[in-house]
């Protein structure tokens, strides 16, 4: 810096600053010379102007400017800053800190930490020195950057912890409301528990009645499989045997046809013209008491021409004889009856030859000759339709026996 020792630079201008204080020269009584201007320029510049030069002793920089420009020691004032004294200090740091949110019970302390660090900054770095002959410069622009960063750390943290409380207030809040949930759920479990005891006891009780029921099933469906075996056996036979009954069926109804046109021609005067007779010839008498060995009447009667005589006075015998439950007639009967039918006369021919009342008496004889017919076709045809009837009501039975069984199966299942 030359100019300020020499004011070399200035001289380059003189005469445009020289002019600019000519009034004010005039004005002071100064004759307006060039030199007297000049100087008068001069030395209210000495007396208005004043420069600062602020720079840190640390480092090389101060020494090596010295070096460079010796007017910065021999034209300036030199003003050595000293260490503040720790009322300073105070005074500063409750300065700065006069806005900040503190605590007014903790202001105070804050502040005397603050002295005492940096102080303590201050005499470590001179023992710092004096020991390892090294230089660690605590100036005041130290103690302002300590404050301000002290700030910025107070707002951050702040500010990270108001998040903090907030985050954790909200997680606690959320504890709370889990805690109350909890709570109602662990009613609402104990409820449930209940009735998922009493849904359990219901569950195992409904299993063991499955179980039951399945194994009777399995045990109805292993005999509705024999069952359906009898059946289909049986479907045969039933078939052979219908085979059979409808055989001697078509055999028997010519013998059926016939008696029916016997009873058809037999007439209410036919027989009170028999029942007339004194002494009846013997093959209408023998016909009269076959008639009586099969007790059209309902009553039993002895085989005698008196008992024949009492048969034929029921004036219903021949509506009897047309509703005679032929099916009916028993061994013991057809036996009685046979041992007239020995007799090589006894034909429809020869009766007819007797008299008007022997031909009646043939067509009565023929009425029963029939029914001893229809014995013969119920011994032959009765026993295997009434088989083949059994057999399909068993057929029946057994196939509802196993539809239901199936039935029970899938209901079980």
């Given at each position: 810096m030359p100019w300020v020792v020499s004011f070399s630079i200035l001289r380059?201008?003189?005469?445009?600053?020289?002019?600019?204080?000519?009034?004010?020269c005039k004005a002071a009584g100064i004759v307006d010379t060039s030199a007297n201007l000049w100087k008068f320029y001069v030395n209210k510049c000495r007396n208005n102007l004043h420069l600062v030069l602020a720079m840190s002793p640390s480092g090389d920089k101060l020494r090596l400017r010295c070096r460079s420009f010796?007017?910065?020691?021999?034209?300036?004032?030199?003003?050595?800053?000293?260490?503040?004294?720790?009322?300073?200090?105070?005074?500063?740091?409750?300065?700065?800190?006069?806005?900040v949110d503190l605590p007014d019970e903790h202001r105070a302390n804050i502040v005397q930490h603050l002295v005492f660090s940096h102080t303590h900054v201050v005499a470590e770095a001179a023992r710092f020195a004096e020991t390892l002959r090294r230089y660690y410069y605590v100036t005041p622009k130290n103690y302002l950057d300590y404050i301000q960063n002290y700030h910025t750390q107070l707002s951050y943290n702040e500010k990270k912890v108001g998040n903090s409380?907030?985050?954790?207030?909200?997680?606690?809040?959320?504890?709370?409301?889990?805690?109350?949930?909890?709570?109602?759920?662990?009613?609402?479990?104990?409820?449930?528990?209940?009735?998922?005891?009493?849904?359990?006891?219901?569950?195992?009780?409904?299993?063991?009645?499955?179980?039951?029921?399945?194994?009777?099933?399995?045990?109805?469906?292993?005999e509705a499989e024999v069952m359906q075996v009898t059946?289909?056996?049986?479907?045969?036979?039933?078939?052979?045997?219908?085979?059979?009954?409808?055989?001697?069926?078509?055999?028997?109804?010519?013998a059926l046809e016939m008696a029916e046109s016997a009873l058809a021609n037999l007439h209410k005067e036919d027989i009170t013209e028999v029942k007339n007779f004194a002494k009846p010839p013997a093959l209408v008498q023998d016909?009269?008491?076959?008639?009586v060995c099969l007790r059209p009447t309902g009553v039993k009667l002895d085989e005698t021409w008196g008992d024949a005589k009492k048969m034929l006075?029921?004036?219903?015998?021949?509506?009897?004889?047309?509703?005679?439950?032929?099916?009916s007639i028993t061994e013991k009967m057809m036996k009685a009856v046979r041992k007239y039918f020995k007799n090589p006369k006894m034909t429809v021919e020869n009766m007819k030859n007797v008299s008007k009342a022997g031909a009646d008496s043939a067509s009565v004889s023929d009425v029963f000759r029939t029914s001893s017919s229809r014995r013969w076709r119920r011994r032959d045809v009765t026993p295997p339709r009434r088989r083949r009837r059994g057999r399909q009501r068993v057929d029946?039975?057994?196939?509802?026996?196993?539809?239901?069984?199936?039935?029970?199966?899938?209901?079980?299942?």
């Open positions: 380059l201008f003189r005469a445009g600053l020289a002019n600019s204080v000519r009034k004010q010796p007017g910065l020691i021999s034209n300036c004032v030199i003003d050595w800053f000293f260490p503040w004294p720790e009322d300073a200090l105070s005074k500063v740091a409750e300065f700065f800190l006069a806005e409380v907030k985050r954790l207030a909200g997680g606690l809040s959320k504890l709370v409301d889990a805690a109350r949930d909890v709570d109602r759920m662990s009613i609402e479990l104990k409820d449930a528990q209940v009735i998922v005891s009493a849904k359990t006891v219901e569950v195992e009780a409904l299993i063991e009645q499955i179980t039951e029921k399945t194994t009777i099933a399995n045990k109805q469906k292993d059946a289909s056996e049986q479907s045969v036979v039933i078939a052979r045997e219908k085979g059979k009954a409808d055989a001697a069926l078509e055999e028997a109804i010519p016909a009269c008491l076959m008639v006075a029921d004036t219903s015998l021949l509506d009897k004889l047309k509703r005679y439950p032929k099916d029946v039975a057994s196939r509802d026996g196993i539809h239901q069984t199936q039935v029970r199966v899938c209901s079980s299942g």
